[in-house]
C-alpha cells in the first residue's frame, strides 16, 4: 500500500511540475488522507493536559482571511528559554546535512522540554481557533530548530528557495522566535495566500508566452520577475523581531522560505506544526534513519 502511495505521490508531482498547478499534490494528499489513512494515535501523546497553553491571538483575524499573520507568543518562547540555555551550555551538537535548519529538541536531552512541547502542541488555543475556522487538525511535530551562524556565500538550496508545502492544503505552522531575529539572520519569510495565488495563477500561460521566470523559485512554480519583485516589497511578512515574536502561515497555501543565517549569532526557532492529517508522503524511510531530524521520527521510533 505504501508503494502504491508513493507512486501515487510520483505522478502526481509530475503532473503538476509539467501543468504549473502547484496546489494539485496537496489536494491529491488531502484526499488520499481523508479517504484512506488513519490517524496515528501516538501523536495524541499528552493531549489529556489539563489546561489549555494561552496565546495572544490579536493578530488572528489577520490569518483568517490571509493565511498568514504575526502573533504575540511570547509566553511560550519563555517556557523553552532553559532548554535552550542548556543546550548551549553543554554545547549540544548535531551534525545532520541541514546546517541552515535542523531540530535540537530531543527527549533524551531534557524529558521534561520535551513532554511540554508536546503537551503544548496538543493543548493550546491555537489549535482550537485553527480547528473552528479550518475543520479537523492534527498536531504533527515540529521542534527547536537552530540556523547556523554565519553561512556565507552558499548557494540557496531546499527550503531557502520559495516554496509552497506539498503535503496537505491545510498545512498551518507557527514559528516562534527563540532568539531575537534580525534581518542578516535569515528569517523566516512569507506571501499570503491570496498574494501567492495571484502570481501562480496561470504559470503554464506565462510560460508558454515566454515570461521571464523569477530566481529562487523551487521547480514546478513559475513567476514573472518583475511582478514578484512588486509583492515582495509590498506584502511580505516575516519573523524578524525579538524572542516571542510568532509568525503563523498555512504553508500549503502561502510561499515561503527560510532565507541564510549571515549573522554572527545562531537562529533558534521553535515551530509546531499542524496538518489535517499526518504526512505519510514526506521522505519517512529516509528520516527513520535520523533520529535527530524531527520529532515525527522520534514518534515513528517509540511505535517500533
Ligand atoms: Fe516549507
Known sequence: MKKLYSFIDFIVNKISLYTFNPYLPGRVKDFIGYTQLKKNKHLYRNKTADHAYEFNLNGYSDFRKNNAAILDCSNIAEIFRPYLEKCKLIGYENDIDKPYFYNILREDLDHEAYNKFLEIGNNNNLLDTLRTDFGELVFVGGGIFRSKANILGKKLIGSQKWHLDRFSLKCFKL??????????????????????????????????????????????????????????????????????????????????????????????????????????????EKLNKDISTGIWTRFIKKLG
Not at 231 to 259: M, Q, V
Not at 260 to 276: A, E, I, T
Request: proline letters at 2%; hydrophobic letters at 35%.
Open 175 to 284: 514559528f516562534v522566535n527563540l532568539s531575537d531575529i534580525s534581518e542578516s539572520m535569515g528569517p523566516t519569510e512569507v506571501l499570503d495566500s491570496k498574494v501567492t495565488w495571484k502570481l501562480l495563477y496561470n504559470g503554464l500561460i506565462k510560460k508558454i508566452l515566454g515570461v521571464k521566470k523569477a530566481r529562487n523559485l523551487k521547480n514546478g512554480l513559475f513567476i514573472d520577475q518583475k511582478r514578484f519583485d512588486r509583492e515582495l516589497s509590498n506584502k511580505k511578512i516575516d519573523n524578524i523581531g525579538p524572542i516571542g515574536t510568532g509568525l503563523l502561515a498555512n504553508t500549503g497555501l502561502c510561499l515561503h522560505r527560510g532565507s541564510l543565517n549571515k549573522s554572527f549569532q545562531d537562529r533558534y526557532v521553535l515551530l509546531l506544526h499542524y496538518c489535517l492529517w499526518d504526512r505519510y508522503v514526506e521522505n519517512q
